[in-house]
């Protein structure tokens, strides 16, 4: 006969609990600063506005005859930022660069383009290519804000705090940042409950979509600066959470 099948004894053995690794802060992006004045629109040569309107025609197959060229910044050493004007309507388009670190975003009715030796490049490719900075780039998305409709400048990647137990922070806070797209979000504690929110405040008035980043303040349930860092790397996993920081406390000084 065949022995009887008998099950295994349950193991009484404990499963080690794991940490998760501490997270390494992000690199700062260098700063970006505005350094081109505003220009005066009729300060294109004609003979260069003809240079533009071959280029483009060349390269788009278009008639140079139904072509307008408006000057938005002469950005030196050849090189203008322009927008180009045809036969055609454009709808609402939505364009995005990585440059630098940022992302550059906007929705608009036309596009601004880069002409250099006797080529037209988009603002990402003029980057790549070295015939802009990125502070030119974000010079003529801050000047020519009214021209481009809706848009946005910011870091792409989330933000990670380099707080420690060091830190003063108060022990029962955390700052949150969400993404603009979440910014209209209906948000209460139950959102937060796994980390233990009791409260949120709004601190961020008048956010606009897609330009500012709102900011809420979070209350836990518990009073311990240890808490505060532990729930702040669970946050961090959200995809709605740009950053997550203790709410330090800073001392002024007479």
């Not at 050849?78 to 388009?93: K, L, R, S």
Request: with cysteine.
């Amino acid at each position: 006969t065949e022995p009887e099948a008998t099950e295994a004894p349950a193991t009484t053995e404990k499963v080690p609990e794991t940490t998760p690794p501490a997270t390494e802060p992000a690199e700062p992006l260098p700063p970006l600063e505005i350094t081109i004045p505003i220009p005066d629109p009729g300060e294109m040569p004609a003979d260069v506005e003809a240079e533009i309107k071959d280029a483009y025609a060349k390269q788009y197959d278009e008639d140079p005859k139904e072509l307008s060229v408006e000057l938005v910044a002469n950005l030196g050493n050849g090189a203008y930022a322009i927008f180009v004007d045809g036969p055609w309507e454009y709808p609402c388009m939505e364009e995005e660069h990585i440059i630098h670190g940022y992302l550059f975003w906007y929705g608009s009715g036309r596009t601004m383009d880069i002409y250099k030796d006797g080529a037209i490049y988009d603002l990402s490719k003029a980057y790549e290519q070295g015939v802009i900075d990125a502070n030119q780039v974000l010079d003529l998305y801050l000047i020519y804000a009214d021209q481009m409709g809706y848009l946005s400048v910011r870091n792409p990647e989330k933000f990670y705090t380099g707080a420690t137990l060091e830190n003063e922070f108060t022990e029962n806070n955390i700052i949150i940042m969400v993404f603009p797209e979440y910014n209209f979000e209906s948000y209460t504690a139950e959102d937060f409950a796994e980390i233990g929110c009791v409260e949120i405040k709004e601190l961020t008035r008048n956010v606009k979509p897609d330009i500012i980043n709102r900011i809420i303040l979070l209350t836990l349930d518990k009073d311990s600066k240890q808490n505060v860092l532990d729930c702040i790397q669970i946050l961090q996993q959200r995809t709605d959470i740009y950053s997550a920081e203790p709410n330090f406390i800073e001392h002024v000084i007479d």
